[in-house]
């Protein structure tokens, strides 16, 4: 079992900066692929990023890549999202997610925060 409890969400204007933060309480972190998921209003939920138990291999969405870094530190049991140049289509509520292994898929992951909504002016 893993709780997660995500924050550092707020508004923000567009090209700004953002850090988001997942902290993980219960089962050994490091044994989970953790991601960062998003839902804006009427859409469906959309992978973000994945990291590995290790961190020694990374993934991103095109839509955020170049723009979003993914990073874990296994000794705090937390996983951040930097967010730099963040544009008006990168509001959503945001999600970490913990599971076995690593995917773009919500169905890979076992365990999600409650959220974290992100408000991105023009």
Same mark, same amino acid.
């Given at each position: 079992? *893993?709780?997660l409890v995500e924050s550092g969400g707020g508004l923000v204007q567009a090209g700004g900066s953002l850090r988001l933060s997942? /902290? /993980?309480s219960g089962d050994i972190f490091r044994s989970y692929g953790m991601a960062w998921f998003r839902q804006a209003p009427g859409k469906e939920r959309e992978f973000v990023g994945a990291i590995i138990g290790s961190g020694g $291999?990374?993934?991103y969405a095109d839509? *955020? $890549?170049g723009r979003f870094t993914i990073s874990r530190d296994n000794a705090k049991n937390s996983l951040n999202l930097q967010m730099n140049n963040v544009k008006p289509e990168d509001t959503a =509520? !945001? !999600?970490c997610a913990a599971g076995l292994g690593v995917s773009s898929s919500t169905r890979t992951y076992d365990?999600?925060?409650q959220g974290t909504? =992100?408000?991105v002016s023009s």
């Open positions: 079992q *893993v709780q997942c /902290a /993980a $291999k990374i993934f839509s *955020v $890549k =509520v !945001y !999600y365990y999600w925060g909504q =992100v408000t």
